[in-house]
């Protein structure tokens, strides 16, 4: 392609709303523009990086057996009524009305489309295992659209939805889409992790997250520096200390701490380690105004999703009012403490493994020190509360964690029958008896894939596209081709040899200074550059950098080619 | 490709809901499903062929030098609101709020959303001619979705938007464009006509429309029988008959017509021929309460489209009523004739050759015969007011038109200024003085091709692919392939030889009847089967059947690979 024919439209400035790198790049190498809020339209060059993600995308989905299918984007509202979500979904479902006043929604996902579809043309276990995947436009209507597209109401999805006879073929399915997933990434060039995951509201027993490594992500990744293992913040077990609980060695003993509100003013008040101190957080109970103390080191924090999960606790987690915990236990939040408490207690591991700490004595301004388990207060229930902090033993007793920022661009599900139920999705197995099948659901992000990319790969000239994702991969900058026969015939002659060779190389022969054209090229990201200029050109010499090289280098004219293919890795 | 591992859902029965035959074939072979009304799901075997569809579509775009952008589905109000088609456009545009009550569209079609982006984006002359195309899903609200994909709610469409300087640069780029569409069809193997449109509710100045020659098209095409002329009927030019008018032979005399309300009526009073009568009719002019009198051959209809583009007309064209036609010339709608009329006249050409005719005496019940212009009536205004009829001479001088019906796939525009105008988007010209750039549209139907390819090429036993667009080129049907292993192992090996050649082959391995494998395959379209059975290959031989032939033939096992290959066109 030459520039001339094709659309290069940089800006110069920041735009002034754009708060993400990648956003700004988008804005500013002409990837994108602005419709309406969370609305992009993608121009030619942004376009053709979307298309290279969505091809190996789809590339890698068909080599795992999955067929690719087209569903409408209008949803009838029937079918989300079948499931249930038609009421459990908030506002980002754009819910819309045809001319006839029939309800319709915008899909932002098509569990129930493919189910309706599945139930009703797989009648047999003989035609399952099915996987059937779509790339296809979604819309969610977000409450604040931002990052570009990132977070945008309109955005380009692969969904994939697997059908089972039962759950080992589900699981097995499962662990397909994960290598799959996997490939695409590494294929993408991205540094990325797949990642234990909460299932949320989609529901189902299992999930893995893969997050594409970035300090602007919005999402907390814990990660052995040692093993693959991988969770999500919310996620990560957090292991107790290794060995036994030391051994008491000091004698219980009451400390007036007046003022002392928080853990910090009592580590400073009494010049201690946060971390030889616990805490003591009160939620709400399983039972109707039952009350229970979770018991976290001083330096911990309670993780609320593991909280939740716990028998005996409300689910959504509740925290208690400080009136009620009063009332029921004589002190206020920052003098509470596991000694003689009369309502269930649950320690953390880390807490659990204490000895001689500091807690609150349940009066008020009042704490108590050297207070060691089961001697002083009794240790019923240990539990996993706390989120995992940097330095935590790995789960896998591989290495320690190391916590990263991530983006989420892929997340897979075994949903199991959460749908299939609600809308009786069977087949007859080999015994001829009806039976629910098993479902998981898989999806990507292609569009956000190319905005975290740029998050993972830039400076601050602009974007360092990884190769597979370029728009172009070469890029020949002829100076003053107007003027130099000579330039303008070598210029020509190369871009004719790599396009020969299917290379995706753009010979920019603008009319514009060097300077323009480079800053252009580098903010755009092409990954290597020829230059043919006047003077190097008649001592045989062509200039050559890489996007990331510091130098140009020199080559001669006559190696340029074959150099240049080895380093596109041709 | 295996059968085992794809999802073949084909139907023995025509679903009672499908009008048209390629509604019918494309639910019988598993292609499309219904979602709602004019909502559909692509099964893989469908989105097969509409992705080679799409890809032939977007590779002559390229090659015409189009670049591909892709815009939003959901569109904001106020970009419809500037052109004036927020309140234009009829409820077939599907407006929606967003969750902040704010008034968006889901787009049909994209002129205002690209022109936007084109006046942000291009200052000047230079940066022109730009041609962007996109290949999108669409949602057009029909009052009455039918006949499948062919009229869908939402439906693939190729869009294209050129922006120029002048309108000569406009006239070239229609030029290529036209040739592209040309490309497209051809490549498709579709018969297919490229016709003078009439530009209707988009604007502009100049246009085409392709359509697919079907007996089932809505849309009546008229082309010469020696040349390439072709019009929509609507569009298509009456000449008048070749020569002089005869000289009058008769004298005007009056009959008096009881009863005689229509032209048949006249025809069978009289026994004559309708072609020697001619019909008034009475029509709204351009000034308010104005009549004028349209007079046609009496065998001959009006076209409402000529007529109201005529100066002195009313646009939309609006028929007068009786009441005033008789309060206006003293006879009702049976009996008007151009004779001693008070009205302006305006005469088709071919009523205006006739000699010797009959028409109304502007007295009920009552006609004159041996009428004939200038002697017995002016002949003022001479206009081509009718629709074309077969054997009418072609208005480019070569043969006689033949009308058949058609199916519009695609349709270019030269629009003009229209949008640009109301917009505002405008480029600096060589002497740096602001002109409004000129524009052109270009769509193509793109999942309407696929209906219309198989209205166009199907029999009793289903559909019959045009190579280019087949999901699959070939298929090998081994017959018992689970109990014989020579069977097996001939169709697997023949199926990997093709496989390593690049044909899309299909291996239809499931445990089904021969009889079961040949009607789905059949009907499914695949333009070659490749038969292995036990008795031939005992002998050294396999069944070959191209999908149009009415016998399979047997071919040597050794020589089945070339002499296939060849039929592939390799």
């Known amino acids: ?183 695409v990434f590494t294929r993408l060039g991205l540094e990325f992790r797949p990642v234990i995951a909460d299932t949320g509201s989609i529901g189902g027993s299992a999930s893995h997250e893969f997050h594409v490594l970035a300090n602007s992500g919005e999402d907390d990744i814990a990660f052995s520096n040692q093993s693959d293992y991988a969770a999500n913040v919310e996620m990560a077990e957090a292991v107790a200390p290794a060995g036994e609980r030391p051994a008491p060695s000091a004698d219980m003993a009451e400390v007036a701490t007046p003022g002392v509100k928080t853990i910090e003013d009592l580590a400073v008040f009494l010049d201690v380690d946060a971390a030889t101190t616990v805490k003591t957080l009160v ?113 896998d007793g591989q290495g320690q964690l190391q916590i990263k920022r991530g983006i989420e661009v892929g997340h897979i599900f075994q949903l199991g029958t959460k749908y299939s139920e609600a809308m009786n999705a069977s087949v007859l197995d080999e015994n001829g008896k009806s039976v629910t099948m098993s479902m998981g659901c898989y999806g990507i992000g292609v569009s956000r894939i190319v905005a975290s990319a740029i998050e993972q790969n830039h400076d601050d000239k602009g974007i360092i596209w990884p190769a597979a994702m370029a728009p172009f991969e070469l890029v020949i900058v002829p100076l003053n081709m107007q003027k130099s026969e000579a330039v303008a015939e070598c210029a020509q002659s190369l871009y004719q040899q790599f396009r020969k060779a299917g290379v995706d190389v753009l010979l920019d022969d603008r009319n514009e200074r060097p300077g323009v054209k480079f800053a252009d090229m580098e903010l755009i990201g092409i990954p290597h550059r020829i230059v043919v200029g006047d003077r190097a050109l008649a001592e045989g010499q062509l200039e050559y950098k890489g996007r990331r090289d510091e130098e140009p280098a020199l080559l001669a004219r006559d190696d340029t080619f074959d150099t240049v293919m080895a380093k596109l890795g041709r």
């Open 283 to 395: 939620v709400a109970g399983e039972e109707e105004g039952e009350l229970v103390a979770l018991v976290l080191r001083g330096d911990h924090s309670l993780n609320e999703i593991k909280a939740e999960k716990l028998a005996g606790i409300a689910n959504p987690l509740q925290m208690a009012e400080e009136a009620d915990v009063r009332k029921a236990l004589g002190a206020g939040f920052g003098s509470l403490g596991p000694v003689g408490l009369s309502i269930p207690v649950i320690v953390d591991r880390s807490a659990a493994h204490l000895a001689d700490f500091v807690c609150g004595a349940n009066r008020d301004e009042v704490h108590l020190s050297g207070v060691n388990w089961e001697r002083d207060c009794p240790l019923a229930r240990v539990e996993d509360l706390r989120e995992v902090v940097e330095g935590d033993p790995s789960p």
């Open 1 to 183: 392609m030459r520039t001339s024919e094709y659309l290069i439209t940089t800006l110069k400035e920041t735009p002034a709303d754009a708060e993400v790198i990648s956003h700004q790049l988008m804005l500013r190498a002409g990837l994108i523009r602005k419709l309406a809020s969370g609305l992009y339209t993608w121009l030619p060059l942004g376009l053709k990086v979307l298309r290279k993600v969505e091809n190996v995308v789809r590339e890698e989905m068909e080599a795992a057996g999955a067929l690719e299918v087209s569903m409408p984007v209008v949803q009838p509202a029937e079918l989300w009524q079948e499931s249930g979500r038609w009421e459990q979904y908030g506002p980002e479902l754009l819910r819309i009305q045809d001319r006839h006043s029939r309800d319709f929604c915008l899909g932002p996902t098509h569990e129930e489309v493919i189910t309706d579809i599945v139930r009703n043309e797989i009648k047999s276990y003989k035609q399952l295992p099915l996987n059937l995947f779509q790339i296809q436009t979604k819309v969610r209507d977000e409450i604040r659209p931002r990052f570009g597209i990132m977070r945008s109401r309109e955005f380009l999805m692969k969904d994939a939805y697997s059908f089972h006879a039962d759950h080992a073929s589900l699981e097995q399915t499962y662990q397909v889409m994960h290598r799959s997933y996997s490939n």
